[in-house]
């Protein structure tokens, strides 16, 4: 019978048997006093390039644990590649949104600032910090990057080629998101979903976006979402449509 494994943690440091890994003194408070643990408890580890591992506390005090890493319970594995772009909203929905966009398998969480963003400041590494946490708990192997905030126009001069942007159109123009999601040539391809401010896009935001060749408009349906509620809502269609979903596949295998 195998042990119990007490918590996954996600670690920048490289993954090997017989390697080991030191964890600072958040991590170590977070075992020590919320968890309880002590030397000799497993917890599993993963950093987004080596897989999943297993590794024993060796020595646990008040500000440092030293783990021994063990044995590879999961190889690495290739997931899809779908970008979150959003107005940044208040801070409690902001993090919900890093948070559920994680568990939904956003490898990319970008910023934007459009003329009706009604938040001037973006705190990145609370957004990482939500990311981090969601990974660990929903057995990903890898924590999705987060971008610095940028302005629209920037991110548009920035979009690298070859890469689908589909943008969620207030205005109802476009297709049903469920039909565009279900043409094979969505599958599988490098894409980015774009949600945009509570207010709305502008005028002139959207006249620009809808004319770029590499933008696809898409409609929510028939209600006015929050942001948040569409930025979850859209990754869901894709993920059902195009992405991992489809493959059968229990989450995290």
Known sequence: ???????????????????????????????????????????????????????????????????????????????????????????ARIDFTAQKATELGASLLWPVMTQFTMVDRVNVDRLRANAVEAAEQTARLTVPEIREPTKLDALLDAWPEGRRLIICDETGAGKPIAETFSDPDFSNTASGLMIGPEGGFAERELDRIRNLPFVTPVSLGPRLLRADTAALAALTCWQALAGDWTSGRPNGL
Not at 17 to 26: E, M, N, P, W
Not at 32 to 54: I, K, Y
Not at 70 to 75: L, M
Not at 76 to 91: G, M, N, T
């Open 1 to 91: 019978m195998s042990e119990k494994i007490e918590t996954r943690l996600y670690v920048t440091e490289s993954l090997a048997a017989g390697g080991a890994v030191s964890l600072d003194r958040d991590r170590t408070h977070y075992l020590r006093s919320v968890l309880r643990l002590a030397a000799g408890a497993v917890v599993a580890l993963f950093n987004g390039r080596d897989g999943e591992w297993t590794a024993r506390i060796a020595n646990i005090s008040k500000n440092t644990t030293e783990l021994g890493i063990e044995q590879q319970t999961r190889k690495q594995h290739s997931e899809p590649d779908i970008w979150l772009v959003f107005a940044p909203i208040k801070r």
